[in-house]
C-alpha cells in the first residue's frame, strides 16, 4: 500500500513539474514583497503622513503590450482577451495626514536589470467618467494623472502634478506598469528585474516611503500569436 502511495505521488509530482515548466511561456511581473511596502508612517512635531502599497492586480503571466492599450487593459483586470497577464497595478493609499495639509506630490526611483521596454502611468481617485482616461476598480473611479511614459532608470520620475488633499481623510493613486510592445522577440532586452522606491511628498515637509520589487521572465513563445 505504502509502495502505490509512493507512486502516485512522485506522479503528482512530475505533473506539477511539467506545468511549472509550462507556465514560464510569458513574462512574469509579480510582487516579490509586499511587507515592506505595507505600511510606512513618519511622524514629528510638523507632520505626519502614511502609506500603504497594495497589489491590486499582479502575480500572473505577463506579455508586453502597446501603450495605447493600457487603459483597456486595467479595465479587463490588466488581462488580454486571451488571458494573458498584460500589466501590474498598485494602489498608492495615502492617510494619516493633517487636516491642514493643502497637497502631496511623488516620484518614483527605480532600478531596473535587463529591463529597457518598462513603461508606467499614474491614475488618480476622481469623479471624472471620460471613458478613454478613466476606470472603475471595484466601487471607485480612477482617472488619468500622469500619461503612459516610459521608465528610464534613474532617480526622481514624477507620478504626476501635486494632488489636492485639502480637506480629504486619505487619497488613492494607481500606478500601472508594464513592458512595451515592440512587435519583435524582446526577450534579450527585457529578461531581467526592477526594484523600485515610491516616495510620496507632503506639501508641509513631510515624505514617506514603500517599495515595489519585481522581475520578468520570457522566452521565444512571447511573440507567439494567441
Same mark, same amino acid.
Given at each position: ?25 510569458? =513574462?512574469?511581473? @509579480? ?64 492617510? *494619516?495626514? /493633517? ?13 531596473? +536589470? +535587463? ?13 471624472? +467618467? ?14 488619468? =494623472?500622469?500619461?503612459?511614459?516610459? !521608465? ?8 504626476? *502634478?501635486?494632488? /489636492? ?17 515592440? /512587435?519583435?522577440?524582446?526577450?534579450? =532586452? *527585457? ?8 516616495? !510620496? ?9 514603500? @517599495? !515595489? =520589487?519585481?522581475?520578468?521572465?520570457? /522566452? ?7
Amino acid at each position: 500500500m505504502k509502495k502505490n502511495f509512493r507512486v502516485l505521488y512522485l506522479g503528482l509530482m512530475v505533473i506539477v513539474l511539467l506545468i511549472s515548466v509550462s507556465s514560464t511561456t510569458y =513574462a512574469y511581473l @509579480t510582487a516579490s514583497t509586499s511587507s515592506a511596502s505595507g505600511s510606512v508612517k513618519t511622524k514629528s512635531t510638523i507632520y505626519k503622513i502614511s502609506m500603504n502599497i497594495l497589489p491590486v492586480y499582479s502575480d500572473f503571466s505577463f506579455i508586453p503590450m502597446n501603450d495605447t492599450d493600457a487603459i483597456k487593459a486595467l479595465k479587463n483586470k490588466c488581462v488580454d482577451k486571451y488571458n494573458r497577464g498584460a500589466c501590474s497595478a498598485y494602489k498608492i493609499f495615502v492617510y *494619516d495626514y /493633517d487636516e491642514s495639509l493643502s497637497s502631496i506630490s511623488g516620484v518614483m526611483d527605480i532600478t531596473t +536589470n +535587463n529591463m529597457q521596454n518598462l513603461s508606467y502611468m499614474v491614475l488618480e481617485e476622481s469623479s471624472g +467618467n471620460n471613458l478613454d482616461t478613466c476606470v472603475q476598480i471595484g466601487e471607485k473611479n480612477y482617472c488619468v =494623472a500622469k500619461e503612459a511614459s516610459p !521608465i528610464l532608470e534613474g532617480n526622481s520620475l514624477s507620478l504626476g *502634478d501635486s494632488y /489636492d488633499v485639502y480637506g480629504k481623510k486619505s487619497k488613492e493613486l494607481i500606478l500601472l506598469l508594464w513592458l512595451t510592445n515592440l /512587435d519583435e522577440s524582446q526577450n534579450e =532586452a *527585457d529578461i531581467g528585474s526592477f526594484q523600485a522606491s515610491v516616495t !510620496i511628498f507632503a506639501g508641509n515637509g513631510g515624505e514617506v516611503k514603500g @517599495t !515595489i =520589487a519585481s522581475s520578468v521572465k520570457l /522566452d521565444s513563445m512571447e511573440t507567439k500569436e494567441g
